[in-house]
Nanobody, 125 residues
Framework: QVQLRESGGGLAQPGASLTLSCDVS????????MGWFRQAPGLEREFIAA????????VYADSVKGRFTISRDNAKNTVYLQMNILKPEDTGAYYC??????????????????WGQGTQVIVSS
């Protein structure tokens, strides 16, 4: 019943910024630990950013640390990914994930119970 819907993807030039949104329906975002993953063609879905536990500070992949910021708005039931200083290697399909338990690994796609359909991000000049 829980559904995730990503939006905000598109074409951006290197160095530009882009904000992705993940709208959660059928459940409260506060009941889940949210994360962002991306998948490039021919590669596995890789961890980008996530909340390890409720109320805790987020964690990031080394490749995006200092450039990306994950945040949430419980009132809007939405999770965001602010992406700055975009690089061509940031290109890929970005997925929002939700997990019920903090017992799994936040950086493993297998730990997440729900996924959105993905939103495509292309960084190119």
């Amino acid at each position: 019943q829980v559904q995730l819907r990503e939006s905000g993807g598109g074409l951006a030039q290197p160095g530009a910024s882009l904000t992705l949104s993940c709208d959660v329906s059928g459940g409260a975002v506060s009941n889940y630990l949210m994360g962002w993953f991306r998948q490039a063609p021919g590669l596995e879905r890789e961890f980008i950013a996530a909340f390890r536990w409720s109320g805790g500070s987020p964690v990031y992949a080394d490749s995006v640390k200092g450039r990306f910021t994950i945040s949430r708005d419980n009132a809007k039931n939405t999770v965001y990914l602010q992406m700055n200083i975009l690089k061509p290697e940031d290109t890929g399909a970005y997925y929002c994930g939700a997990r019920l338990s903090a017992s799994g690994s936040y950086n493993s796609a297998y730990s997440y119970d729900y996924w959105g359909q993905g939103t495509q991000v292309i960084v190119s000049s």
